[in-house]
Structures are given as structure tokens and as C-alpha cells.
T-cell receptor, first 112, second 112 residues
Framework: DSGVTQTPKHLITATGQRVTLRCSPRSGDLSVYWYQQSLDQGLQFLIQYYNGEERAKGNILERFSAQQFPDLHSELNLSSLELGDSALYFC???????????FGSGTRLTVV | GQQVMQIPQYQHVQEGEDFTTYCNSSTTLSNIQWYKQRPGGHPVFLIQLVKSGEVKKQKRLTFQFGEAKKNSSLHITATQTTDVGTYFCAGEGSGGSYIPTFGRGTSLIVHP
């Protein structure tokens, strides 16, 4: 157990639907990072939140949105899902610059 | 934008042989991190290198950061079946964004 909790572990949904992925960072970590991992694109940074505020945006589609709540858990919302959105979605947190990122076990999203 | 290239994409070795993966950035990095992802698992932080020319060792693993802080390598001596997985480098740019760009990873397959 890395200390970063992600739910659900697996999600199967149809095209056009909307899903919410949830992440709780490691205790004491204020930042949450969302990454998408697919076979052809590798690990792609989506978005970062720090203490409730959006800090950085990467290759996140307009159909995707995220937020971080006062208790520091974060949710990634994916809407109007397409087959190409099928991927592993990881959440990560970090204590600071020199400590690396701790990843959760991921949510495997399959869009059918 | 910053690009981090990693080679090779795959490497098959016989147990006991050495293994090296290389990482090259299009821009100067403030630091580089290495992660290991076991099949079906999540990326796990191994180490961070910060200084130009830095070399760090973890048992059979040797990590190097280039003098120009644009390239890095991970060398495993006498591979074991437990080394199987994908090794990622992740470079943080020197512009202060603190968001690492991941390479595509090198998948290591160890044959007993």
C-alpha cells in the first residue's frame, strides 16, 4: 500500500457516458497529480492540484475536469467518453521536490 | 515543450546479464527521477538525481546524471527475475514548473 488511495480499481462504461475517479493523497501531502497511461502515449500528465487550487495543467482534454476538496481528496471527471479514453489513470502525491512522487494503484478505465 | 526520450523500448536479457536504459531530454533538467513499474502495477519511485555528473547506487542499480544535465542512465548489474518491469525516467525542467515529464519507459524482460 503506497498510501495513495484510488477508487474504483476498474471501470467499464459505454461511449458518451460520464465517470468520476477518486483519489486520496498520502497523509500530509497537499498536492495531487493526475496522470493518464496508455500503451501508445506512455504516462501523460493531466493536471495538478495543491491544497485545493489548480496549480498546473498538462494534456488534459476539455471533456475532462478535476477538483480537490477541503479534505484534500481529488476527483477526476471524464465526460462524453470515447473509445480512445480507455487507459490507466493514476493519481500521485508528493511530500516535496526531493522525495519523488507516490502513485496510487490506478483506475483502469475501459470504454466500450 | 520539453521532451524526454528513453531507449530502448524493450530489452530482453538472460538472467545474470547486465541491463542499461538511457534517457535524453531536449532541454536542461533541474533533476531527474527514476521509477519502476512492475507488470500490472503502478510506478514506484526509485531515486532522484540533482547534481551535474551525479552517480548514485542502490545495490545492483547504478544511476547517472549527465554533466550537461540533459541525459541520464540506469544500469542494472547481473539482472534477476525480480528486476522485470518497466523503468521510467522523469525529468523536471529548469523553468520551475516542478511537473516531471516522463519518458516512454524501457520494458525489461529477464529470461531465467
Amino acid at each position: 500500500d503506497s498510501g495513495v488511495t484510488q477508487t474504483p480499481k476498474h471501470l467499464i462504461t459505454a461511449t458518451g457516458q460520464r465517470v468520476t475517479l477518486r483519489c486520496s493523497p498520502r497523509s500530509g501531502d497537499l498536492s495531487v497529480y493526475w496522470y493518464q497511461q496508455s500503451l501508445d502515449q506512455g504516462l501523460q500528465f493531466l493536471i495538478q492540484y495543491y491544497n485545493g487550487e489548480e496549480r498546473a495543467k498538462g494534456n488534459i482534454l476539455e471533456r475532462f475536469s478535476a477538483q480537490q476538496f477541503p479534505d484534500l481528496h481529488s476527483e477526476l471527471n471524464l465526460s462524453s467518453l470515447e473509445l480512445g479514453d480507455s487507459a490507466l489513470y493514476f493519481c500521485a502525491s508528493t511530500t516535496g521536490m526531493n522525495y519523488g512522487y507516490t502513485f496510487g494503484s490506478g483506475t483502469r478505465l475501459t470504454v466500450v | 515543450g520539453q521532451q524526454v526520450m528513453q531507449i530502448p523500448q524493450y530489452q530482453h536479457v538472460q538472467e545474470g546479464e547486465d541491463f542499461t536504459t538511457y534517457c535524453n531530454s531536449s532541454t536542461t533538467l533541474s533533476n531527474i527521477q527514476w521509477y519502476k513499474q512492475r507488470p500490472g502495477g503502478h510506478p514506484v519511485f526509485l531515486i532522484q538525481l540533482v547534481k551535474s555528473g551525479e552517480v548514485k547506487k542502490q545495490k545492483r542499480l547504478t544511476f547517472q546524471f549527465g554533466e550537461a544535465k540533459k541525459n541520464s542512465s540506469l544500469h542494472i548489474t547481473a539482472t534477476q527475475t525480480t528486476d522485470v518491469g518497466t523503468y521510467f525516467c522523469a525529468g523536471e525542467g529548469s523553468g520551475g514548473s516542478y511537473i516531471p515529464t516522463f519518458g516512454r519507459g524501457t520494458s525489461l524482460i529477464v529470461h531465467p
